[in-house]
């Protein structure tokens, strides 16, 4: 079992930046980045491989969000720049530990580990 804490969140301006930081209790793989807005389903963020050189992120935060992990802390980042009001959401980190293969993994389904969730609110 891997427990998942996520911090870093905030308020922050349009326009700010934010990094969100999730510490895993044990090693993992698959590691990805998902976010729920009031009344909206959870959606995929990010996702990085094991080794840290395979990434994918949704179109809506491409060229804005980073994800980075290291693994001798057994920690994953999200550094999020240029924000804007539509990113508030609470953000959660998730890990599955096996390697992933084929598609990259954005659904929620293949995660096996969740964390609690951290806000993030944008101010316009």
């Known amino acids: 079992q891997v427990q998942l804490v996520e911090s870093g969140g905030g308020l922050v301006q349009a326009g700010g930046s934010l990094r969100l930081s999730c510490a895993a209790s044990g090693r993992t793989f698959t590691m990805g980045w998902f976010r729920q807005a009031p009344g909206k389903e959870r959606e995929f963020v990010a996702f990085?491989?094991?080794?840290?050189?395979?990434?994918n992120y949704a179109d809506s935060v491409k060229g804005r969000f980073t994800i980075s992990r290291d693994n001798a802390k057994n920690t994953v980042y999200l550094q999020m720049n240029s924000l804007k009001p539509e990113d508030t959401a609470v953000y959660y980190c998730?890990?599955?530990?096996?390697?992933?293969?084929?598609?990259?993994?954005?659904?929620?389904?293949?995660?096996?580990?969740w964390g609690q969730g951290t806000q993030v609110t944008v101010s316009s």
């Open positions: 990085v491989s094991r080794g840290g050189v395979v990434t």
């Open positions: 998730a890990a599955r530990n096996i390697p992933y293969s084929g598609s990259y993994p954005v659904g929620q389904d293949y995660y096996e580990y």
